[in-house]
């Protein structure tokens, strides 16, 4: 699928053609541009917190992404953290449950791949339209997580818990390091394993992909049971980072991972995109807020935060809309390569 | 013209009249006081954000788009409304102004989907932060209230005994509704929804009937947003909040595809209103306030659910 | 026949899961009883939940109370408008409101005052007109003072100096904005304490540690960080105490005791401000009660009200006494 041409335009076009590389030049460029302005912010601390910022976003992304270039959307992963956060909270409590933490562990994880395969389940047996089935989830998960916690947080997390998000083995800490390795796998396994292959293929034309003797009912669950398990991970990774576990965790989460997502260049059509392209965007998104703080525009900034943000994400999808059809009309098909 | 899916009464609306006579009966059963036409009309004026959205919503998505920034469109237009007002401006100017500002953000998303060809989920997700943050920004994040009493009347007043809110919905319904069922303009949007090149074969002007609905959506949404302010006597930039999950559950559930083409505004007429009475009613009866949201999302997965069940498309 | 059957399917699946919850759950409908509703800004958090156990007390107390404690769980304005209506057309005896946003919600007070039921406002207060009595724990006022006081105080010294910041819950929070307004107003009393940003945080607890960090990278001579929402304070409380700067970066604000508890231990926070908000919704319910059978009367100066024996009653306020500041050396005597 890469462009084989030979002439001169040829490797700007294709690098064009690919959201990861855009996404990737802006986010150096705001690195750049922030650093020039105030070179604080290229301290070791704060590249190591703008990291750990956006772990969640990068490990849930990259399940996302999946679920995303086979033509679905999941958009409860929001209140699945919530639950999760409160699951894992009440089962590690010494005033709840108080079990140990390999078992709060496990458990966590079970219920969010089995919270993730009832997703894909609804989406594939039961026909629902994937924004429609996880829509509801997103509200009855939120009501649960709201009704099992009742009113009451939890503040007495274990330390074996609480060292899962605030530990750090070489001195990264270990929802970085559980995000790079997330990262790492799924870039593998979107690029060259037969797995990825046929998530694009159900994606980009499921009747081709069913003729070609793919079950599209078995990668679409795996997608979203990808994303119940990562969401899971996230929830046992981040969320002790905090001492607290209260029932407003996760809220607008949804968002912010599908806007890495499609920002990140897959597809919400379907068929196509890239791990990558997802990582480098949750990054930048992260940056975005705390560059703001560091360019020290003043009161200025708290006012007009979430316009800029709005207006960067603006930009990226419109950028990268404009680049694409411009690399389009240049040369040659449409970039259909996987990160 | 293709008329696939434009019935006005399908089995999709059997089940939700059933279902919303379930409900009307158990609540009359539990809770007489619930049912009193009274109690209806006045609670009735709680859902008039969610319904009035929910008709250009419906086209939009039978359209095949979906537009997540009505929310934001509303913060917009209040925030407008309230800082003309208190500039000393005539409630007709600021009103007037609070549309037009709705209309240019709702045009700008229907530019970017019509002409540009961003695709709707993207773009809207887009403005829905921009939006957002703009009326944040303008205002500051305060409140604005103090209108005067004329305009609240209108969100509060009653016209024979019911109140202007819910009686302003009955035409907005009908109106909608025999565009979408009788109207060619109706037609055009059912086509490109069931499939959108073959509709631009048979001269089906797309790009315009695409930014008429988002424009029309955005109007739609300043509407609610002057609505709330003479309702509650507040501007602000919070306002509508999360409202575009809502309108969509309603509107999905309502029978609507999510894929377009399928779809009625008397099915989303009866969601809206099961919605409604459901959170109203639970809300009445226990009061709790995180069973509404489980009920809620439960009846919408459980409602397409059946409906796959009734309509099994031939393979 | 597919068809027939899902229709009755739904009816009944619906119909069980209504029929499910109703035992026992709807309130009783004796005569005598007096049904106060109790409106918190927004359910699920601590504070409000510790405020219920208060009234609870109270309604089991007092016998003929029939309490029912609901809000919006996401602290929406018009959601808890939308409920005083509710509750007003329901005709019940007394609701009382803590407004989370003054304007929308009292709109609703105002039309069920018209309806002849009893308003009360607890916790923050709204216009006059919307409400016979307010339950008074703290003032806008007092508790902008009180947190720039105990700042002040955790910086020591007899013109205490450094930069401090502000982490809010929204830019839109109509409570925090008033309480902002008056710490901005206390901050002059102290010309060296210069507040550097005021900075919002969406009801987030990993944004409010987020912003906590920022703000001490980009302001390394920040002395202090006002946590004024219920996340916004452990969230700064534990950025700074990962930031390793426990005791040079001081974090206050509003929470219950248990919540703050193992800060106040560490180290990180000297002082959290808050009262008895057990007793603050015993008190609403006592002064609901009184006000449905008529024992309380507009003009009254004092309210009989249980355990808290005798409690005064400045023009319309009904007072709970002082704003309580839990340092290391007293939260253990406290469990709420």
Known sequence: ????????????????????????????????????????????????????????VVIVGCGMTFVVITGEIDISAGSLLGVLAALMGLLASPQHAGLSAPAVVAITLLAGMSVGLVNGLLVTVGRVPSIVATLGMLTILRGITELVLGGVWITDLPPSIRILGTGAIAGIPVCV?????????????????????????????ADAAAIARISVVRVKLFAFTLVGLLTAVAALVCVPQQSVIESGIGVGFELVVVTAVVVGGTSIRGGMGGVLGTVLAALLLGSIRTALVFLNIGEMATFWERAIQGAFILAAVLADHFARAAADRRGGQLAGAAA | MIRTGR?????????????????????????????????????????????????????????????????????????????????????????AAALAVGALAGALNGFFVARMRVHPLLITLATLAAYRGLAEGISRGRPMSGFPNGFLELGTGTLLSVPIPVLALVPAVIIMGV???????????????GNERAAEYCA???????????????????????????????????????????????????????????????????????????????????????????????????????????????? | MIRCVSVVLAAAILAAGMLGVAPGAGPDRSDKKITVCLLPKKKGVPYFTTCAKGAEEAAKELGNVELIYDGPTDGSPEKAASMVDRWALRGVDVIAVSPNDPEVVGQAMKKAREKGVHVIAWDADAAKETREFLVNQATAQDIGYALVDAMAKDIGGDAPEGEVAIITATLTAANQNEWIKFMKERLAKYPK?????????????????????????????????????????????????????????????????????????????????????IDLGYLTIH????????KLKSGATTLKAGRLGTVTIEGDQIMLGKILVFTKDNIDQFDF
């Open chain 1, 1 to 56: 699928m890469k462009d084989a041409s030979g002439h001169a335009g040829g490797v700007l076009t294709t690098l064009l053609r690919q959201r990861r590389f855009v996404v990737g030049l802006v986010l150096v460029c705001l690195i750049g541009g922030v650093c020039a302005a105030n070179p604080s912010f290229a301290s070791v601390q704060n590249l190591r917190d703008l990291l750990v910022q956006s772990a969640p």
């Open chain 1, 177 to 205: 390091w559980a995000a790079a390795l997330v990262a790492g796998v799924l870039i593998v396994v979107a690029r060259v394993t037969p797995l990825g292959v046929r998530t694009r293929a159900v994606g980009g034309n």
């Open chain 2, 7 to 95: 019935a006005i009464f399908g089995f999709h609306e059997g089940v939700l009249l059933a279902l919303l006579a379930v409900v009307l009966c158990i609540a009359a059963w539990l809770e007489p006081a619930f049912v009193a036409p009274r109690t209806q009309l006045e609670i009735g004026t709680h859902a008039f954000e969610l319904a009035l959205l929910a008709l250009p919503m419906t086209m939009i998505i039978i359209s095949g788009g979906i537009d997540l920034s009505v929310g934001a469109t509303m913060a917009l237009a209040s925030v407008v409304l309230g800082l003309l007002h208190q500039a000393g401006a005539s409630m007709w100017v600021a009103s």
């Open chain 2, 179 to 193: 565009i979408a069922a009788r109207s060619v303009w109706g037609a055009w949007v059912y086509a490109i929804g």
């Open chain 2, 204 to 315: 089906v002007p797309v790009a315009r009937v695409k930014f008429l609905l988002f424009t029309l959506t955005g109007i739609t949404a300043s509407v609610c947003a002057i609505a709330f302010a003479a309702r509650r006597n507040t501007a602000k930039a919070d306002v509508g909040s999360g409202i575009e999950l809502e309108v969509i559950t309603a509107v999905v559930l309502g029978g609507t595809s999510i894929f377009g083409g399928r779809g009625t505004i008397i099915g989303t007429a009866l969601g809206v209103v099961l919605v409604h009475e459901l959170r109203e009613f639970v809300g009445w009866r226990w009061g709790h306030d995180e069973i509404i949201l489980i009920v809620i999302g439960a009846t919408l997965i459980g409602s397409v659910l059946l409906a796959n069940l009734g309509f099994r498309p031939k393979k």
């Open chain 3, 193 to 277: 304490l210069s507040l550097v940003a005021t900075s919002p945080s969406n009801e987030d607890q990993r944004l409010a540690f987020q912003v906590a960090q920022d703000l001490m990278k980009a302001h390394p001579k920040l002395k202090g960080i006002f946590g004024i929402s219920s996340v916004a304070f452990p969230g700064a409380a534990e950025a700074v105490k990962q930031a390793g700067k426990s005791g040079t970066v001081l974090v206050t604000g509003l929470a219950t005791p248990n919540d703050m508890k193992a800060y106040v231990k560490g180290g990180t926070v000297k002082s959290v401000i808050l009262w008895n908000t």
């Open chain 3, 287 to 294: 002064a609901a009660e009184a006000l449905a059978t008529g």
